[in-house]
């Protein structure tokens, strides 16, 4: 796979493979930058991206391709008046379509979302992560339970192909 950390307005596009120290990349902030982690192969953001705020951070780790990327001072150097912005994909959720869910300094905080869908912009306080790809597969997953729980006498079913889920349980710890 491979992941790259991409720099819209700098034009930088940091190939992790090349610069991970103990499987750990840090960047400097910059004011009004977007940033982007994707893989390689799709252009997309990792399915197992797992998105959290540690004081001024922004900490952006896949486990499966056992990376941390750290967004130095993603709270500090930028402010309601000069924002950062990451960018990550989600998955398709009811009546939604894929797109992607920009955190930034400023917005709503996302915990406070019973859902996190394409299109939302928002921050995170202290300590809150999420994981955007099974935010937008979840609705499938609740679309799937609710049909099989209509089985029976004429209710309609709709089946969901398992390789549409992650590979993360909906109850595992982030």
């Avoid at 797992?50 to 004081?55: A, D, L, N, P």
């Avoid at 935010?135 to 549409?164: K, M």
């Amino acid at each position: 796979m491979g992941l790259i950390l991409v720099e819209k307005k700098s034009g930088k596009r940091i190939d992790l493979s090349k610069v991970l120290k103990n499987g750990k990349y840090t960047e400097l902030a910059v004011p009004g930058e977007e940033y982007y982690l994707i893989d390689r192969a799709t252009g997309k953001t990792p399915e197992d991206i797992k998105v959290t705020r540690s004081g001024n951070d922004l900490i952006l780790k896949s486990e499966k391709e056992n990376v941390e990327v750290i967004i130095d001072d993603f709270w500090g150097k930028c402010d309601d008046e000069q924002q950062c912005f990451a960018i990550f994909d989600v998955g398709a959720s009811e009546g939604v379509d894929a797109g992607q869910v920009i955190v930034t300094q400023v917005g709503k905080e996302f915990s406070s979302f019973s859902e996190i869908e394409a299109g939302m912009t928002g921050t995170l306080a202290e300590g809150d992560s999420f994981r955007p790809w099974l935010y937008g597969l979840a609705g499938l997953t609740v679309l799937g339970l609710g049909a099989a729980a209509a089985g029976g006498s004429g209710g309609v079913v709709q089946h969901i192909l398992l390789r549409q889920i992650p590979r993360l349980r909906l109850n595992q710890q982030m």
